[in-house]
């Protein structure tokens, strides 16, 4: 079983602001719009889903011996008009440094998406997930005597 607990920061005042407890013991800052000191929940549930699948792709590529010296993860989302304002499209971008190939990409993102983030299979019950990747080649260091 998955726990954790909020608690609101300013019992009497007028904000609406929370720290967010996981059951694991790890807490972050949560808000809304109108306070905007912390993330807001929307936000953690696309970050969720970045972190789910950023997990999965990068054990697969180690598993695979990839050399990834660099990885990050760009995410957008567009969300229903009315509420519930639910994720209706996600964009994931994977951007990827090192001398990786592309093949290996692939079949990670494509087992991350099929079977182990769950995270993502929850929100794909809403939300069309458009995912795409890009491999930056690591810069070969020039050594020759046309360099100095």
């Known amino acids: 079983m998955i726990s954790g607990k909020l ?3 300013e019992a009497g ?6 720290v967010a ?5 790890h807490a972050v800052l949560m808000d809304d719009e109108q306070g905007h000191t912390g993330a807001r929940p929307i936000e953690f549930a696309l970050l969720a889903l970045g972190g ?3 997990f999965d792709v990068i054990s697969i590529l180690r598993k695979k011996r990839q050399k990834v010296t660099g990885y990050e993860i760009e995410l957008a989302a567009e969300q229903n008009p009315d509420p519930p304002k639910y994720f209706t499209k996600v964009l994931i971008k994977h951007r990827l440094r090192g001398e990786i190939d592309p093949a290996a990409v ?7 998406e099929s079977k182990y983030c769950s995270v993502g299979a929850m929100i794909s019950k809403t939300a069309k997930l458009e995912t ?3 491999i930056i080649p690591e810069e070969k260091e020039d050594t020759s005597a046309e360099a100095a």
């Open 21 to 25: 407890q996981s059951g694991t013991g």
């Open 132 to 134: 795409t990747f890009e």
């Open 52 to 54: 789910c699948t950023a």
């Open 7 to 9: 608690s609101l920061t």
């Open 106 to 112: 692939e079949k990670a993102i494509e087992l991350s």
């Open 13 to 18: 005042g007028t904000r609406r602001q929370f």
